[in-house]
């Protein structure tokens, strides 16, 4: 970013309006293809973005029956490249990431649970996804903490990741490629420049500046709809967006699984560091912020009939997060106004897996690539002009 010598604008390259998981993961692909990027995050790094919290499954088996296939396809993608996305981000950062390909165990506590596994297994198979049918001794031999009463599991190649070390480590990687990160300064407007480009407004502690950028990403999750209502004289697309929170929580002490172990009603995802996430509640509540007592008792006794070990270990913490969810719950991502202007928001429940697929798209189609037709495909579904309003024609 450059600074114009007696004036409070700034000129950059690239704007990327909130520094959550996908902000941070598109400009880190867009410095990477050289260009100058500003991420601009109204909080600290980590403070407000739903990863800050979130328990990084990478979960495309898992959640085959809950997803729309192309969103599914996008997911396969992601997890075809994460391991070697996180692989050269620890590279460059000397940050571990967490990455972990142990896999899923989703296990069955009674016959009603057998039969949801039993149809999600359908499923795979129809998709060609990898899944594989254990009993419940089987998947007690896998992990011995497992209740004694298990009826049977699907274990599934799916992976995890620690969405706190991602938010850590792309920062760092940032800096180093060059970009700017502005913490603690809020966007408060998007403008089309006269001379071309846009004027994005920012205030940080009551003083208001503005950064020209030639090219703006919208990635400001749940709150994309309140960045993207004051863009300033354009036909910008609506985004029918809402928060979904999410309450999750983290024990600790001595780890009892390996795998991440789910059940149709609660997941354990085991850190490395002897960190157990259990979560998370689904909340249509707004940007109501406070943990409910009902949320964690309901959690915990899921998570207790599972691994009844849990009961032994440290409450260390209780966390809330708000998923970003588009009215069909699948992500934009795309140009919004045929010109420099791009969103990269409602992930939903996905974005920590969704993320370097997110970027790797993004970033191209920001650079003039001619995209090729598999990605084509992969992206099509995802085009923040599927909200544009619409004639509708009434007969009478
Ligand atoms: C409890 C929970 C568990 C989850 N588990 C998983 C999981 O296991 N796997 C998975 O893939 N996904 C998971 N998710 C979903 C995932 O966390 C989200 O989809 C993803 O983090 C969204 O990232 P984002 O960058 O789009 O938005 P956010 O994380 O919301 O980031 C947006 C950022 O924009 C900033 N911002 C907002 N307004 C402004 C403004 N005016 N000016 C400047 N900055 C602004 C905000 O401060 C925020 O930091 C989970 C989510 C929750 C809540």
Redesign the pocket.
Known sequence: MTSLPGQNTSITDVAV???????LAVAHALAHRGRQVTV????RIGE????G??????APSSEVDLSDPRLTELALAAHAMYGQWTAALEAETGIDTGYDATGTLLVALHRDHLALIDHLHDFQRERGLAAERLTGKQARDEEPYLAPGIAGALRMPDAQVN?RSLLAALPVALVRAGATILED???TAIAPSDGGGYEVSTERDGVVSAIHATQVVV?????SR??ASPIIGMPVVPLPMRPVK?E?LRLRGERLIRHVVRTPDVYLVPRADGELVV??TMVELGFDARPTAGGVHDLLREARRAVPGIAELELAEVGV????ALRDHLPAIGHVDGDGLFVA?G????????APITARLLAALMCGDQLDAGDAALLAPFAPDRFAPTTTQVSR
């Open positions: 309006v909130g520094g959550g998981i996908i902000g601009i995050e109204g909080a407000r973005a739903a990863a919290v979130a328990a990084g499954m990478l969405p300064t809020r966007i990635a400001a999750g749940a709150w309140q960045i999410g999750i979560g998370a997060g708000f998923r970003p928001t992930h939903f429940r996905n974005g920590v897996e969704l």
